[in-house]
């Protein structure tokens, strides 16, 4: 029941500070999913929040600008870097790990945001190289390891090979809406450690 001093749609206080953003932030990453960002507003996001939408625009001069911060907040979470002791397994664990992610509503959220028009307003612009380059650098250990362990030629490129590990299961995701799973994984491993032996990931 809405208190008397509680306007009409908006939920109970959320207060100031990190306890307001992670409310705002999460009532974005779903207003985000269930509606698209063609259909996301500021009055939305406050009123699944439970604050007002002035606190909104204090705090985010946009609705790019909240989106972005939103979604950074969502998948700025450190990544586990597999250490299986062999780079198959390393590669395998990491391929699936993306798919677990991408394919849940809030990684298809992402995709849709990041390749549609939402694209060009800069601060989505930004997290997109961000997001997926710091994903790919903190991976990069992975690969190097394999070089150390002779698994991998040499001069194989980390950040070439992740590439090519992600391509697979992105092209799934944004160009073509087929399945992807475990499967999708675990093929792109193997074309990605083809590539990586016929020398076709090194450094140039």
């Keep these: 029941m809405e208190s008397a001093g509680s306007p009409p749609g908006r ?3 959320v207060g100031r500070g990190n306890k307001m953003r992670a409310a705002v932030w999460a009532a974005t990453i779903t207003e985000l999913t269930e509606k698209g960002y063609a259909a996301l507003t500021v009055e939305g996001v406050a009123q699944r929040a439970g604050v007002h939408k002035t606190t909104i625009y204090r705090n985010w001069k ?6 972005a911060d939103a979604l950074t907040a969502h998948f700025a979470t450190d990544v586990p870097i597999p250490d ?3 780079v198959e397994g390393d590669l395998r664990a ?6 677990a992610t991408m394919t849940t509503p809030a990684g298809r959220a992402l995709l849709a945001t990041v390749v549609s028009d939402a694209a060009r307003v800069p601060a989505l ?3 997109k190289s961000a997001l997926f380059e710091d994903r790919f650098r903190r991976a990069e250990s992975v690969v190097t390891r394999a070089v150390e362990r002779g698994e991998l030629p040499p001069q194989t490129d980390p950040g070439e090979l992740l590439r090519t590990l992600a391509a697979p299961i992105y092209f799934r995701l ?3 809406d087929e399945p992807v799973d475990g499967t999708t994984a675990d093929r792109a491993v193997d ?3 083809a590539a ?3 020398g076709a990931l090194s450094a140039t």
Aim: hydrophobic share 45%; aromatic share 0%.
């Design 174 to 176: 944004v160009c073509t």
């Design 11 to 13: 939920g109970p206080s």
């Design 125 to 127: 612009a930004r997290i």
């Design 191 to 193: 074309v990605t450690l």
């Design 94 to 99: 990491l391929a699936r790990s993306l798919v």
């Design 84 to 86: 299986t002791g062999a």
């Design 62 to 67: 946009t609705s790019g600008q909240l989106v």
């Design 196 to 198: 990586a032996h016929a």
